[in-house]
């Protein structure tokens, strides 16, 4: 099932783990917040986004089934 990704800018603090768990899926930008570089996520990226949810210090990342 494809799922979005949505970072919860309020509590990013740019640490970046995301972005070492998941390339792929996440790039830390000037700005310091995380960007979602996907606009849908597919199965095969599910466990880098899980790791990438789990590993982030300020539980900021949440997966969000597309239905
Ligand atoms: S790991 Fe969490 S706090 Fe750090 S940049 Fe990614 S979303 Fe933000």
Do not use: W
């Amino acid at each position: 099932m494809a799922f979005r990704i949505v970072v919860d800018s309020d509590l990013c603090q740019g640490h970046g783990v995301c972005e070492n768990e998941a390339p792929e899926l996440f790039e830390v930008g000037r700005d310091m917040l995380a960007h979602v570089l996907v606009e849908q996520a597919d199965e095969s990226q599910r466990r880098a986004a899980e790791a990438a949810a789990k590993y982030c210090p300020t539980h900021a990342i949440t997966l969000v089934p597309v239905l």
